[in-house]
């Protein structure tokens, strides 16, 4: 076996893990299958993440759903109804996502997706059993919200743990198109029940709530084929599991020289961790090079939340009937194209763009476009106010559609997918888990503000004030984002050089040790191997004798 103690292979180490990867050191794709296939298993949860989100929206715009729950009242009154219905599962998510860190860190990130997939089928079937009173509803959209919340923290570690760096944003921005296909399938099954005999009642608005079953279960029943992450593995000190599991993610031998040296700066990036905490917990949030990391991943998603996405997405078949999209049929078939257009946006920027333009340059130019449209849609709001009482839909009216539609493409390639990318790229193995635990728990948090406020906002802000102030919003955003670094194929573990937790130069030299020590283990390995053959051939000799 060749020795990981030689300054070449520990200026390799290094050097591989601060410098992107280029084309000609990229293995084939297949190589790569199991990581996209595990990877996938665990986004299962995060298609619950969007179909929830896009599903209570829908399905208040249901006349068989008002007429069950006898939902009437003054337009404040059933805004604010329409608002609770909606922000109870964020509610439930936030708490979700505050207990994340703990039972990650404590059961692991497998057992953790499963505790999450059980907490939301509770929650499920109390809505699916709802009959004519809404805390049914209410109790199960936030149990729903606990699990999604928990998935959501758990699943982005778990994508980035597995990933290896070269094709690290492909994987981890798997999240968004995932989260834009639940999305998607809730405003068209929306849609779909919009065609049934409204008067058969609970059957229309069940079919979309029950829905929610179909996914989960599959993913409850995949779940057990999960790898666990090697770098949690590592940080528990079960290094052969890890260093096993580690290989066959990569489609490698245990003794492949690439794989050992992977391995080698994981071990050592945890044992510098350690040392230098002393086995302190949350308190490593405050340890050298940690808080910039965990104020930017509060940041991201706060402006995630407020870039004004979210409240067409979980609204929209009220937002286009706002701006003169006539009829609920024609909003939830509104609704259901901008769907569709988030999809091919998303799914082609995360297969072709992520790894090529990296993710601050995207970033950039995502929330100037964003800002740009939205002015644009207040704008001819102003100059064109939808009439109330008009009975088919204007020009200005499909302009605005359109433009709401080209808004939604920048930000499948900007403020969309790059926060979930960025934070599970720049904790280190030890922060991790809290990090994304912050991550989701600042989403959620957001998110609930955001969809409590959006029906108030589009009945009491002047004409096309909602639009200019998710326009001004957007313009922060692209301020800010000038001073994020690049992290676009840079292992994980040196992202505690880029934020000056550690050193260069004492990287390397812990690298160096642990490559040595791991070198030794597998020989000492073969050795005893080599005496079992040994002995075993010995045997058969005397036998033969």
Not at 29 to 49: D, E, N, P, Q
Not at 293 to 309: D, E, K, N, P
Not at 453 to 462: D, Y
Request: glycine share 10%.
């Amino acid at each position: 076996m060749v020795g990981f103690g030689s300054k070449r292979l520990r200026q390799e180490a290094m050097e591989a893990s601060m410098v992107p990867t280029s084309d000609s050191e990229r293995r084939p794709w297949h190589a790569h299958s199991r990581a996209y296939l595990l990877a996938s298993v665990g986004f299962l949860g995060i298609f619950l993440f969007g179909y929830d989100t896009g599903l209570g929206g829908g399905v208040i715009a249901l006349s068989s759903f008002a007429t069950s729950f006898n939902i009437t009242g003054t337009s404040d009154e059933i805004a604010d109804l329409q608002g609770n219905i909606v922000a109870i599962l964020q509610g439930g998510a936030f708490f979700g996502a505050i207990i994340a860190a703990w039972v990650n860190d404590w059961l692991g990130r497998k057992y953790s997706l499963m505790v999450g997939c059980w907490i939301f089928i509770i929650g499920a079937c109390f809505q699916t059993a709802a009959s004519s009173q809404l805390s049914w509803v209410y109790g199960g959209r936030f149990t729903s919200g606990f699990g999604v919340g928990l998935m959501s923290a758990v699943c982005p570690t778990y994508a980035s743990e597995i990933a290896p760096k070269e094709i690290r944003g492909r994987i981890t921005g798997m999240f968004q198109v995932i989260v834009v296909i639940g999305v998607a399938f809730s405003y068209w099954i929306n849609y779909g029940v919009t065609f049934m005999d409204q008067n058969r009642g609970n059957i229309v608005w069940r079919i979309p709530i029950g829905f929610q079953l179909v996914p989960v279960g599959i993913m409850v029943m995949l779940l057990p084929l999960l790898k666990e992450s090697p770098r949690w593995l590592a940080t528990k000190h079960k290094d052969e599991r890890a260093l096993a599991n580690l290989a066959w993610i990569r489609k490698l031998p245990v003794t492949d020289q690439s794989v050992q040296l992977e391995y080698a700066e994981i071990a050592a990036a945890i044992r510098e961790e350690e040392e230098a905490t002393k086995g302190a917990s949350w308190r490593e949030v405050f340890a050298k090079g940690n808080p910039i990391r965990f104020i930017i991943a509060f940041v991201v998603f706060t402006l995630q939340q407020w870039s004004g996405q979210n409240s067409i997405s979980y609204y929209a078949p009220i937002i286009f009937q706002s701006i003169g999209i006539r009829g609920s049929k024609s909003g939830l078939l509104a609704s259901g194209i901008y769907g569709i257009v988030k999809i091919i946006a998303t799914g082609t920027f995360i297969a072709f763009g992520i790894e090529r333009f990296g993710r601050k340059k995207p970033l950039l130019l995502g929330v100037s476009l964003m800002s740009l449209f939205l002015w644009i849609i207040g704008a001819i709001f102003n100059t064109h106010l939808p009439d109330k009482n008009a009975t088919t839909t204007s020009a200005a009216s499909i302009a605005m559609a359109v433009m709401i539609y080209l808004f939604v493409i920048p930000y499948c390639f900007s403020v969309g997918p790059l926060p979930w990318v960025i934070c599970s790229e720049i904790f280190n193995n030890r922060t991790r888990h809290y990090g994304l635990m912050t991550a989701a728990a600042t989403q959620w948090l957001w998110n609930f503000a955001v969809t409590k406020a959006t029906p108030l906002m589009v009945i009491h802000m002047p004409k096309g004030g909602i639009f200019f102030f998710f326009a001004a919003i957007n313009i922060i955003s692209f301020c800010l984002a000038m001073f994020l670094p690049e992290t676009s194929g840079v292992s994980l573990e040196s992202m505690d050089v880029i934020f000056g937790s550690v050193t260069k130069e004492e990287r390397e030299a812990e690298i160096a040790r642990r490559a040595v020590e791991l070198e030794g283990r597998t020989l000492d390995e073969e050795e005893k191997h080599g005496a079992e053959h040994l002995e075993h051939f010995d045997e058969k000799e005397k036998e033969r004798v």
